[in-house]
């Protein structure tokens, strides 16, 4: 929020330093993060069409280069828009037992959802590309993902996947909304709860991107755990009895 809108329990940012940080984060987290996230949930959805369809969508580039400019796309301004969130996270002093507005609950949940989504990122950052191609050599499996989706037996995978997923949506459309009064696309209360609705919008579109994608990789995980368990039992079933 900014200092013409700001609510109970946000920090009001003063000086030019501050005000090209504040419009320096909040672009990024738009443009290119917010598009970056919306497409990547959209290659996603591949699941549904199989193996090759997804890696091919996901993981799949057309040389190195464009893995590693991809990269920098993404990680860049998100390294950039975490730091700066971070930074204003521990200026805010919340005052949700002063004020229990509406506004200031949506701040909160902000703030917690900022924390959450960080570390999120961070462990699928880790397991969805730098382990894949700095210790194993290769781009992330469709087969071992979805595996994973669906028997969680290295940790709780489908849960951390829900709850990140989760995050991510409410912090980038809650996050749209403060995107455009600081920007001075909505400048009174009235546009502001007439645009609550686009952001609403937003946060649906992008949960039930992420939620379909992940049913995507837990069913195709169900169908490949039931091939092998088939594999297993199909020797049994043929050896001879034993006299």
Same mark, same amino acid.
């Given at each position: 929020?900014?200092?013409?809108?700001?609510?109970?329990?946000?920090?009001?940012?003063?000086?030019?330093?501050?005000?090209?940080?504040?419009?320096?984060?909040?672009?990024?987290?738009? =443009?290119?993060?917010?598009?970056?996230?919306?497409?990547?949930?959209?290659?996603?959805? %591949?699941?549904?069409?199989?193996?090759?369809?997804?890696?091919?969508?996901?993981?799949?580039?057309?040389?190195?280069?464009?893995?590693?400019?991809?990269?920098?796309?993404?990680?860049?301004?998100?390294?950039?828009?975490?730091?700066?969130?971070?930074?204003?996270?521990?200026?805010?002093?919340?005052?949700?037992?002063?004020?229990?507005?509406?506004?200031?609950?949506?701040?909160?949940?902000?703030? +917690?959802? %900022?924390?959450?989504?960080?570390?999120?990122?961070? #462990?699928?950052?880790?397991?969805?590309?730098?382990?894949?191609?700095?210790?194993?050599?290769?781009?992330?499996?469709?087969?071992?993902?979805?595996?994973?989706?669906?028997?969680?037996?290295?940790?709780?995978?489908?849960?951390?996947?829900?709850?990140?997923?989760?995050?991510?949506?409410?912090?980038?459309?809650?996050?749209?909304?403060?995107? #455009?009064?600081?920007? +001075?696309?909505? +400048?009174?209360?009235?546009?502001?709860?007439?645009?609550?609705?686009?952001?609403?919008?937003? =946060? %649906?579109?992008?949960?039930?991107?992420?939620?379909?994608?992940?049913?995507?990789?837990?069913?195709?995980?169900?169908?490949?755990?039931?091939?092998?368990?088939? %594999?297993?039992?199909?020797?049994?079933?043929?050896?001879?009895?034993?006299?």
């Amino acid at each position: 929020m900014t200092a013409t809108t700001a609510s109970p329990g946000t920090e009001v940012e003063k000086g030019p330093s501050a005000f090209f940080k504040t419009r320096l984060g909040s672009l990024l987290a738009v =443009f290119p993060l917010a598009l970056w996230t919306a497409n990547h949930l959209w290659q996603n959805l %591949a699941a549904f069409r199989g193996a090759a369809a997804w890696e091919e969508a996901v993981t799949h580039h057309p040389s190195p280069l464009a893995e590693a400019l991809g990269a920098v796309v993404a990680l860049g301004p998100l390294l950039v828009h975490a730091v700066w969130g971070l930074a204003r996270l521990f200026q805010w002093r919340p005052t949700v037992g002063s004020y229990t507005y509406y506004g200031n609950m949506k701040v909160i949940l902000q703030r +917690g959802s %900022a924390v959450g989504v960080l570390l999120f990122l961070l #462990a699928h950052v880790y397991l969805a590309w730098l382990r894949p191609h700095v210790v194993e050599g290769h781009g992330e499996e469709f087969e071992d993902l979805a595996r994973e989706m669906f028997t969680s037996g290295d940790g709780p995978t489908l849960v951390v996947y829900l709850l990140g997923t989760l995050g991510v949506a409410y912090h980038l459309a809650n996050g749209l909304q403060t995107w #455009a009064v600081g920007w +001075g696309l909505v +400048g009174s209360r009235m546009a502001l709860r007439k645009f609550e609705f686009v952001s609403l919008a937003t =946060f %649906a579109l992008l949960l039930a991107m992420s939620w379909g994608a992940i049913y995507g990789l837990y069913s195709a995980g169900r169908e490949i755990v039931a091939k092998e368990h088939a %594999a297993q039992a199909a020797p049994n079933a043929d050896s001879p009895p034993s006299p």
